[in-house]
């Protein structure tokens, strides 16, 4: 098993970063012997040709991949498979290069290569015969490549086959063609020798040229990952809303664990899906646990399960092999005593891909309370000593698991009596109370409170993702006992729970005329609608019944064809007392 790690793959130039005219001394090539002993992919990345980089470089079998032709041609040294990642160079185009004599001049499969001032001949061909074709400059080198096809092309053709994220990658270079490779990787480096505009543009500089360059850059990957380089990084940063003076409320794409905590209604899953937005913005990979089917209708994931047939561990694992998908994990068809041991297997897994991949890169927990009980079995879930990149959405902090709370470093409070819920968090968490009061919020606000910070109200951002509130959940989920209707009736006798909408229509349209009219005076109906369903028009047509003293029958069937209407649920289509 791989060991954790922020990078996972090491993606490096040749010519000009790891090799000095050409050659490559031994402690380089003993850095990239290290690398792949802790564990590392390596890919190289080079604009030479197959045959001309085997003969200048004889220990290609340190690379797990190499990417030559500035892209159009990868190599896997330990099968010798070749993978021609574009068309050739069309006959015309090399025969009109070299009636013009255009030298010196190289064929490879993809690539045409000469030197410079041929670049005025090599384009005047290209413009006279209408080639799709793009010219690359390399410290002097002229390169000829179809459209689209650069360094970049190739790396993530190869990270592919490895099933590892560019996100997971630290590159180093010093030229030109390598400004499209170093974009892609997470975090971007060149050695003392590169150009000015290379340098400008990396995250990081080293201090020696070539082959030293990377022996330092593989010694700080391995020592400590480059922490004080990305932590700080804009554009790892996921925005999710602005302060009253417009000051960006931003989460770092890597190395945090979050709690998002509210009443129920007030915004949890609205931040939540800003947040995935982000992820999906920036091209992370998420799973989502959604035990109440929340998240059916979020089109960044896969849904995996549905209300009648749970998904398995394996189909979970399986989809995130590919690191462009992102997986949203419906258990609404498990009972909820199952819930907790398959999220703690589940969650094993996950782990353990994590340490041989790096991904998934953030794990969502949606009703963290029912999957991270506080009075989850010993030996069930072990919490990984160094756990990140975890999000809990939850409306009681206080019934999770201690261990899980503990790991969280930011809290997002949202909904009515935010500073009840950051205080319930704070005191299971082991946190001092918050500083400030906060506030009763306006609609749409959320306040953040990071470790040893200040409170802070912000104005959440909006989603382009549809957003349904809660429909599937409140209609067929299991709202738990805190949440559930009770029917009681006048005596208190009867204790009839109404899990959710479904069970509340079915109970309703067998039930007494006394017991419902009854609740329906009290104003219950009305008020559940309002604290747990927060559904404004069901609180008008309940309110409407109140004041109308409808018979029994009658007013019970305006309210169920109402519920029935909004989210369409089974059950009786018509009152039966």
């Known amino acids: 098993m791989r060991p954790p790690a922020r990078f996972f793959a090491i993606a490096c130039d040749y010519d000009g970063t790891l090799a000095r005219d050409g050659r490559v001394d031994e402690p380089a090539r003993e850095a990239l012997r290290r690398a792949r002993e802790a564990g590392r992919y390596l890919v190289l990345v080079t604009g030479r040709e197959l045959d001309d980089l085997r003969g200048v470089f004889d220990e290609l079998e340190l690379f797990d991949w190499v990417v030559a032709e500035n892209g159009g041609v990868l190599f896997h040294p330990e099968s010798g498979q070749e993978v021609v990642a574009a068309g050739a160079p069309p006959d015309e185009f090399v025969a009109a290069l070299k009636k013009r004599r255009v030298q010196p001049l190289s064929i490879g499969r993809v690539i045409v290569a000469t030197r410079q001032p041929q670049e005025t001949s090599v384009l005047e061909v290209v413009r006279d015969l209408g080639l799709e074709r793009q010219v690359v400059f390399n410290k002097g080198a002229v390169m000829v490549l179809p459209s689209g096809t650069n360094k970049a092309t190739g790396l993530a053709l190869a990270l592919r086959r490895l099933e590892v994220s560019r996100h997971d990658v630290a590159g180093i270079g010093d030229a030109e063609n390598d400004h499209a490779f170093l974009d892609a990787c997470e975090l971007s480096a060149a050695v003392a020798n590169a150009l000015p505009a290379v340098r400008e543009r990396v995250d990081v500089v080293m201090k020696r040229d070539n082959g030293g360059g990377v022996v330092d850059f593989i010694e700080r990957l391995l020592r400590d990952d480059f922490r004080t380089a990305w932590g700080g990084l804009r554009r790892h940063l996921v925005n999710l809303g602005a302060t009253p003076r417009g000051r960006q409320v931003t989460v770092p794409c890597y190395g945090s664990n979050l709690i998002f905590t509210g009443s129920p209604g007030g915004g949890k899953s609205t931040l939540a899906k800003v947040f995935l937005e982000g992820l999906v913005n920036h091209g992370y990979q998420f799973c989502v646990v959604d035990p109440e089917g929340d998240y059916e209708e979020f089109e960044a994931g896969v849904v995996l399960g549905d209300k009648t047939r749970p998904p398995s561990v394996a189909q979970v694992l399986e989809l995130l092999r590919d690191p462009e998908r992102n997986a949203v994990v419906n258990l609404l068809g498990m009972p909820l005593d199952d819930r907790p041991r398959f999220f703690t297997s589940l969650f094993a897994e996950l782990m353990a891909m994590r340490s041989r991949a790096g991904r998934p890169h953030w794990l969502l927990l949606d009703e963290a309370h029912h999957l991270l009980p506080g009075d989850l079995g010993p030996g069930l879930l072990t919490l990984p000593e160094k756990l990140s990149n975890v999000v809990y959405v939850t409306i009681a902090p206080e019934r999770m698991l201690p261990g899980a709370l ?81 029917f009681r009736g006048r005596e208190g006798k009867l204790s009839l729970r109404a899990q959710n909408l479904a069970m509340f229509s079915q109970i309703a349209a067998g039930l007494d005329e006394d017991t419902w009219r009854y609740h329906l005076r009290r104003g219950d109906y009305r008020r559940w609608f309002r604290d747990v369903i927060k559904d404004e028009e069901l609180v008008a047509e309940a309110s409407a019944l109140e004041r109308r003293r409808l018979p029994g029958r009658a007013s019970r069937q305006v309210l169920l064809d109402a519920i029935n209407r909004r989210y369409a649920t089974p059950g009786p289509a018509a009152v039966t007392s």
Request: glycine share 8%.
């Open 406 to 486: 503990r790991v969280v470093d930011t809290v997002f409070s949202v909904g009515d009596e935010p500073e009840l819920r950051m205080t319930a968090f704070a005191k299971a968490a082991g946190w001092p109370a918050p500083s400030a009061r906060a506030r009763k919020l306006a609609p749409g606000e959320a306040f953040v409170w990071r470790r040893r910070g200040r409170l802070q109200r912000f104005r959440v951002s909006e989603t382009r993702f549809k957003h349904r509130r809660h429909l599937r959940k409140y209609a067929e989920g299991d709202l738990g006992p805190d949440l559930s209707f009770y």
